[in-house]
């Protein structure tokens, strides 16, 4: 198996880690492996705006209105 090896790790990181490890009783090691799987389960977007895009066309399909909503915050805010 790869073996993967982070020099010069900020003290306070490392502490942090052992930390972490510890509440979850698990080694230091097996703790970095499921922090970084984690990390990596959820795909990074290359361009952001392209997904918020997504959204806002599937919005404009589905035909609901959203209305100007300063009338109301003003109302709230003048309470």
Known sequence: ??????????????????????????????????????????????DPWSAINVMREDLARSGREFPDSTPLLREDRDR
């Open 1 to 46: 198996m790869p073996q993967l090896v982070i020099p010069d790790i900020d003290d306070g990181t490392l502490k942090r880690l052992r930390e972490r490890a510890v509440h979850h009783a698990q080694s230091v090691e097996v703790e970095a492996k499921a922090i970084l799987a984690g990390a990596l389960q959820s795909p990074v977007l290359a």
